[in-house]
Structures are given as structure tokens and as C-alpha cells.
């Protein structure tokens, strides 16, 4: 692989992805809302690890923003290799409470963004090959409002596309982390006063248990031994057990 394009890589699971991928010599073309930022972080990585580094200033909560980073994924004259379809943010209140266009917005961050951008770039890489990455969460496999039923939606659509199109060589991986220190969760305005420090992973833990998992062809990524055995209870126990859980920490 020689081009990785991530999307919400100025900060967290996204800066962690672009970090890496750089290091290990991929060019990089990245996605973000704030030009500033985006530019300042395209110019250290561009630096640090003296690759080829383009930008895409896009909300990927508009159509418009989509259409422009699912453009640059169909454009074969500098193919991308790797898609990593990270970005996203929650809301501050659950379902019911929040405004529903902020719901509608959310929506289409997290599950039209990735499905159009995972779409562009299967679309290219037939027949040459490739590999996506898409960003979920272990929320997918609870009931925790709108925020996981987006994430069981990409993690579903990932598995699937990781059987029909491994045989095409293209791999698609779903990253399932739990709590991982980012600023996901002050953008959000989350109390996580409540969560254990050992519930807390790491940029760098994450970023390469995906990788690893990418190599193995594995459908699903789930970061850390304690998050993979509450990932298989999850998916054992008895569904209203798992919904009575769900219902406790954060607020
Ligand atoms: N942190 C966790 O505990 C955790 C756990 C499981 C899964 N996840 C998932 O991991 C992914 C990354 O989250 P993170 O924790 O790394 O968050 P983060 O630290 O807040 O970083 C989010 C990144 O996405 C960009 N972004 C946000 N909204 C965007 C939009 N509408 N259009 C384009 N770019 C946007 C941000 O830049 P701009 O603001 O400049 O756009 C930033 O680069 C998300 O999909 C999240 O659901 C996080």
C-alpha cells in the first residue's frame, strides 16, 4: 500500500492512524473541518516523516463534504490504497432529548459519511485491490441509543464486505474500541467522572491492534483483552441482560 486516506485525522483515532501510516511511509491525504488545524497537522507529518501529505477541508455531516472526499477516493490518477473511515462525535443527551436535526446530522456523520466513502473506494480499488478501515465502536454491540445502532450498522456492513470482497483482495476491517482517550468525549460534553482508569486505551494501542488485525484479515477489531471478553458476553448473553448493562455508565 502507498496511499492512506483518513477522514477526522487532526485529532485522537485519526491523528493516531495518520501518525502510523506516515511512519511506515504512506502518503497521506486527510480529512477534516478546521483548515487550520488540518494544514498545521499536514505540515508536521509531511515533515516528520517526509511524505506526500494532501488536504481535504470537508464536513462529512453534508452531502457536499462527502461528495468531495468520495471524488478524491474515485480519482485513479493517484489511487488510495487504504481508506481509514474514522471520523465522528456523539451528542450530549440520549435519543428523544436531543434536537432530531442534530440526530439527522449524526446520522449522516456516522453511518452515510462511511457508507458513501466505503462505497467510492470499493469502487476503485476493484481489481487492483486495497483495504478500509472503519472506525465503529464496542458500543455496537449494546443497545445505547442512536450512537451504537450507527455503530452496529458500519460494524454489520463492514463483516459482510469483508467476506464478499476478501476474495477480490480488498480487506475491510471494523474497529471496535471501548473508551479511548481522544477529545471525543469534552467535544461531546460527556460526564466520564463514572468509567475506571483501566477502562481507558490508548491512541497508540488501538491504532496498532487495527493494523495487526488488517494484516490477519480479521472482520472485526476489538482493542484489549478485557474489551474483547466483555465484547463476547456481550454478544452471548441474553439480550435483555446486555440491555439492563447498557443502561449503566456513562450518563
Ligand atoms: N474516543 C473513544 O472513546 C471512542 C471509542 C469508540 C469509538 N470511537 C470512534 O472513533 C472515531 C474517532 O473519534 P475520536 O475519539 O478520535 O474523536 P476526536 O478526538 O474528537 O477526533 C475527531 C476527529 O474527527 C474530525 N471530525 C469530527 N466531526 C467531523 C465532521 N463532521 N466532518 C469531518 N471531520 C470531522 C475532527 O476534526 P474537526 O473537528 O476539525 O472536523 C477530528 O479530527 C469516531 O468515529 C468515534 O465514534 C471513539
Not at 494532501?54 to 474515485?74: N, W
Not at 488510495?80 to 446520522?107: C, H, K, Y
Not at 471525543?184 to 491512541?203: Q, T
Request: glycine share 8%; aromatic share 6%; net charge neutral.
Amino acid at each position: 500500500m502507498t496511499r492512506s486516506l483518513v477522514t477526522g485525522a487532526t485529532a485522537g483515532i485519526g491523528h493516531g492512524f495518520a501518525d502510523e501510516l506516515a511512519r511506515r511511509g504512506q502518503d497521506l491525504v486527510l480529512v477534516a473541518r478546521d483548515a487550520e488545524r488540518l494544514a498545521a497537522v499536514s505540515d508536521d507529518l509531511a515533515t516528520r516523516h517526509r511524505v506526500q501529505v494532501e488536504t481535504i477541508v470537508a464536513d462529512l455531516s453534508d452531502r457536499e463534504g462527502t461528495r468531495a472526499v468520495a471524488d478524491r477516493l474515485s480519482d485513479d490518477s493517484s489511487p488510495v490504497d487504504l481508506l481509514v473511515n474514522n471520523a465522528g462525535s456523539g451528542l450530549a443527551a440520549w435519543f428523544g432529548a436531543t434536537d432530531i436535526a442534530d440526530e439527522e446530522r449524526q446520522l449522516d456523520r456516522l453511518v452515510r459519511a462511511p457508507m458513501v466513502l466505503m462505497d467510492a473506494a470499493l469502487k476503485s480499488m476493484a481489481g487492483r485491490g486495497g483495504a478500509i478501515i472503519n472506525v465503529a465502536s464496542l458500543a455496537a454491540f449494546t443497545p445505547r441509543g442512536t450512537y451504537s445502532a450507527s455503530k452496529a450498522f458500519v460494524v454489520n456492513l463492514s463483516q459482510w464486505a469483508n467476506l464478499h470482497y476478501g476474495e477480490d483482495g480488498i480487506r475491510v476491517l471494523a474497529l471496535c474500541p471501548g473508551f479511548v482517550r481522544t477529545e471525543f468525549h469534552a467535544r461531546g460534553e460527556m460526564d466520564m467522572s463514572g468509567i475506571k482508569p483501566w477502562m481507558w486505551l490508548s491512541v497508540e494501542t488501538v491504532v496498532r491492534a487495527a493494523l495487526a488485525d488488517l494484516d490477519r484479515g480479521r472482520a472485526v477489531s476489538i482493542p484489549g483483552r478485557r474489551y474483547k471478553l466483555l465484547a463476547t458476553l456481550a454478544r452471548h448473553a441474553p439480550a435483555a441482560i446486555v440491555a439492563r448493562q447498557a443502561r449503566r455508565g456513562r450518563d
